[in-house]
């Protein structure tokens, strides 16, 4: 991104919330073993992904999106099938005009559920179309 316009003005220190309910395609059983639905780490992962995306592009210029990089996660908690839980996302850091590193967790209330660290880049979303085929 070279040109002024390309130049990010998301700063650090924004955040975003979102809450969600432990449902469908977020759960599992682990193959029948636990005997309980619950919140998967897939599941509570894309989430925390989605949420922190959204954060993104909230902030970015027309035309820009970002992609998920890294996740480094632990699920410390378990959620059961209908919790509503809350996503959160802190952008952390900004690196080359095009790295978005946040912090991110979930939690049930007070509890948390999940914590860790998640990595988006910016793309152009034209450029991304056109080298995809799309």
Known sequence: ??????????EPGVSRSDEFVASDRLLTTVGGTIGVAVLSTP???????????ILALEHL??????VGFEV?????AGAVEGATL???AVLREVADNR??????????????IGVGTHERRVIDVAQHAEATGS
């Open 1 to 10: 991104m070279t040109e002024a316009s390309d130049t990010l003005v998301i």
């Open 43 to 53: 599941g509570m992962i894309s989430m925390m992904e989605r949420n922190a995306a």
């Open 61 to 66: 210029p027309q035309g820009k999106a970002t």
């Open 72 to 76: 480094c996660i632990k699920h410390v």
């Open 86 to 88: 809350t996503a959160h």
């Open 99 to 112: 790295k978005l590193r946040f912090d991110v967790e979930v939690r049930e209330g007070d509890r948390v």
